[in-house]
């Protein structure tokens, strides 16, 4: 049998590396443990037959799909499980870890929910009792869950969600209800025929009082014959435009009665007579949302990295044209054009992987706060998750489909993976909160940020710079750090805008609602450059933060990608920069920022070039042909136009 060969022109480039490929995946593993375990893992599972497909997964019906998923998610729990019992130097049932697992096998596992939703919901909104009596089934899979929140009417508005759980204190139980159609729970996953269990997020009613959405934990199949239970209408919703074996499902309640213990009882609680207790904040019910939506930075990362490293190598093995006659065929990766397409891919996943990383530490901080009583952090820990969410979902699955069109025809097939992975990354600028949701939350943030900035008040970290980018006047060098200010004036100044399109709309005589929605496009817009600014920044300060500590080969390498990064991005945004005011919180006089020394006035000042020489990807080594970034900006003195 033909040796798999590998290919002539990825030997030459994988021997161009110009430093250690193990640094690398250490760093990117999160270190040498990182490594090792994934490694252990991986040896695993490569090696399992059953987990390869004999029969391409597209020639499958969705029933067959569907088995296959199951089987594959067995075996993987399985070994998870024994690996645990063996070595149990993996953390196999950290959700991430069960979630990094179960994303092995190339179909989406029918209990991925079950991991990342059902299992975390019970760790954060489950009693110290409650978690006793279910944490340690659901982490051996004896019962198997879902989340399910949204319903055929609703999935943004929260408050809107029909379901009803009305407590009966004769019984001690609360009777589940779907009023109507428009009240089924529509896309859960694994709810189709997985799930035994699920969280139901309904609207409480206790002593004929309604006291808004709630979770419960709920069974809704039989743990012996799997068949639904009586009350209980459940099935699958059907085929996707990708994700075809999360199994989702509906599910409608006939007036379905569950115990009072059933009700998550972490922060609010219904006493045995019906009387409720409130929690400290209605908002912690949101708890699962805002994990998930941390999580995503970082899958978003993963995902787009698998995209980009398919895109280098083919890039570096496929020939194409003759741009000098009688020449070889060079190869496609020597295409200035083809390297601006699947660069900024890489750049990008080392950025969200970088964010993401960032994101779960000030999560975790978070929630030993809320373990405290300490709410101070949610608000702003709310927003960052909701626009960090939305850009890098969207980012990671534009920049997946870049990467599948830079491989020409051949990127179609789906033996490329690239539907599969452009179906999983579409779905989560979807799902866990739509992309201009979730950048509207965090524009509700920014405006009450701003007006608390034109009264001086300190704001939170990543708001902070509003209050002071007008006081120390910044030194307008063409560095990075000047490029990460020119992010902090043009976030400041959509912000303004949007909050001044706010104030004109009320002037005109809208209400608040109606201005905000005619400034909601200006809202949109701040937030994506508030997000925008806030990955530029990290990702460029944890690349200076780790270079410290690791070979400068590397370093240097890293810190050009970073570098690609933010100039990638003030060219994509570069009329915003150009537009960018600095308008002192007295709202006096308008300037045009100039990255030339401040000294200079009417001149056009230095171009900013970025010359970047080479990028690794992984053990592709390609090098940059001259990516030359001319920036400039004219500088303006106030009222005068200048001659520029
Ligand atoms: C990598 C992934 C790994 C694992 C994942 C596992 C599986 C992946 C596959 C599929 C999973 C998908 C699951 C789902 O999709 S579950 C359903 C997700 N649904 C949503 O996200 C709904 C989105 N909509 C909202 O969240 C609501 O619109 C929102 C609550 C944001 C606003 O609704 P509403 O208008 O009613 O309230 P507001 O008045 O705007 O806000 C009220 C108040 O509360 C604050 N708030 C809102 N949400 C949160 C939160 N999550 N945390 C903290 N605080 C929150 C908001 O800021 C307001 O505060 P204030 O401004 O002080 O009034
Ligand atoms: C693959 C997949 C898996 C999912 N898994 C689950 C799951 O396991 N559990 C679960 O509970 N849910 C799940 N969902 C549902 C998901 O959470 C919702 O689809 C999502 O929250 C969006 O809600 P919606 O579908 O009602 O869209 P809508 O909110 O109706 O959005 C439609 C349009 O209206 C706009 N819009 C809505 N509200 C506003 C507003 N206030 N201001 C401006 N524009 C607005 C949106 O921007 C969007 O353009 C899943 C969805 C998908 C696609």
């Known amino acids: 049998m033909a040796v798999n060969k590998v290919n002539e022109d990825l030997l030459r480039e994988r021997a161009r590396y110009t430093f250690n490929i193990e640094e690398l995946t250490n760093f990117i593993d999160g270190g040498e443990e990182g ?34 998923a199951v089987k594959k998610g067995c075996i993987l729990i399985d070994l998870l499980k024994e690996h645990v019992l063996r070595h149990s130097s993996f953390d196999a049932y950290k959700p991430s870890n069960m979630y990094r697992v179960l994303s092995m096998a190339k179909e989406v596992s029918p209990v991925l929910l079950h991991m990342g939703m059902f299992v975390p919901t019970i760790f954060g909104q489950a009693s110290a009792e409650q978690q006793e009596e279910w944490l340690h089934k659901a982490l051996m899979l004896e019962i198997i869950g879902t989340y399910a929140q949204t319903e055929l009417g609703h999935g943004t508005f929260l408050r809107g969600l029909e379901t009803t759980a009305t407590y009966d204190p004769s019984t001690e139980e609360f009777v589940l209800h779907s009023p109507t159609l428009t009240s089924y729970k529509w896309w859960p996953g694994g709810l189709g025929q997985t799930a035994n269990h699920c969280i139901v997020v309904a609207q409480l009613y206790s002593r004929e009082k309604c006291y808004g959405v709630h979770a419960f934990l709920v069974q809704i199949r039989d743990s012996e014959t799997h068949m639904p239970l009586p009350g209980i209408k459940v099935g699958d919703i059907g085929p996707k435009l990708g994700f075809q074996t999360a199994n989702n499902g509906f599910l409608g309640f006939d007036h379905f009665r569950i115990p009072r213990k059933n009700m998550l009882m972490r922060n609010a609680q219904v006493l045995k007579d019906g009387r409720y207790v409130k929690s400290k904040s209605d908002k912690l019910t949101y ?70 990383g960032w994101l779960w530490d000030a999560y975790s901080s978070l929630t030993h706060d809320l373990d405290q009583g300490n709410l101070d952090q949610l608000p702003e820990l709310h927003a960052l998750a909701c626009c960090l969410k939305a850009i890098s979902s969207r980012d990671s699955n534009s920049l997946v489909e870049q990467c599948r069109m830079s491989c020409g025809g051949h990127g179609y097939m789906s033996s490329s993976n690239f539907p599969t992975i452009y179906g999983a990354t579409a779905a989560t600028v979807t799902y866990e909160g739509e992309y201009t949701v979730m950048l509207l939350q965090t524009a509700r943030y920014l405006m009450k940020a701003w007006k608390e900035a034109l009264g001086g008040i300190v704001l939170t970290p990543t708001v902070a710079y509003m209050v002071t980018y007008n006081k120390a006047k910044p ?78 080969n590397l370093a240097v390498v890293l810190q050009q990608l970073s570098e690609l990064y933010l100039s990638y991005w003030v060219l994509e945004r570069s009329g915003d920069f150009f537009q960018v005011r600095t308008v002192p919180l007295t709202r006096t006089k308008f300037e045009f920022v100039s990255f030339a020394s401040p000294k200079c006035h009417c001149q056009m000042c230095t171009g900013f070039v970025a010359h970047i020489t080479s990028v690794v990807v992984l053990a592709v080594q390609v090098s940059i042909q001259n990516l030359t970034l001319t920036f400039c900006t004219r500088k303006r003195n106030e009222f005068d136009i200048g001659s520029c």
């Open 287 to 356: 708890g699962t949302m805002m994990l998930v939506r941390v999580m995503i930075v970082s899958d978003a990362a993963y995902e787009l990295s698998r995209a980009a490293t398919i895109a280098a190598r083919y890039s570096a093995v496929r020939r194409q044209s003759m741009p000098r006659p009688g020449q070889p065929e060079p190869q496609i990766l020597d295409y200035v054009t083809q390297q601006h397409k699947v660069f900024i891919a890489i750049a990008t996943s080392h950025a969200l992987r970088l964010t993401g």
């Open 475 to 552: 030194a307008w060098v063409n560095t990075p750090e000047a490029i990460i200010q020119g992010f902090h004036a043009v976030a400041v100044g959509k912000v303004k805008e949007a909050a001044d399109g706010i104030e004109y709309h009320q002037n005109s005589g809208k209400d608040y609602e109606d201005a905000w929605n005619a400034a909601s496009v200006m809202l949109v817009k701040a937030s994506e450059c508030y997000c925008r600014a806030i990955i530029c920044e990290t990702f460029w300060k944890e690349i200076q933060k780790h270079s410290r500590s690791m070979s400068r």
């Open 35 to 68: 490594t090792r375990n994934r490694r252990e893992v991986e040896d695993m599972v490569i090696h399992v037959k059953e987990l390869h497909d004999e029969v391409p997964e597209d020639y499958l019906s969705h029933k067959e799909r569907y088995e296959n």
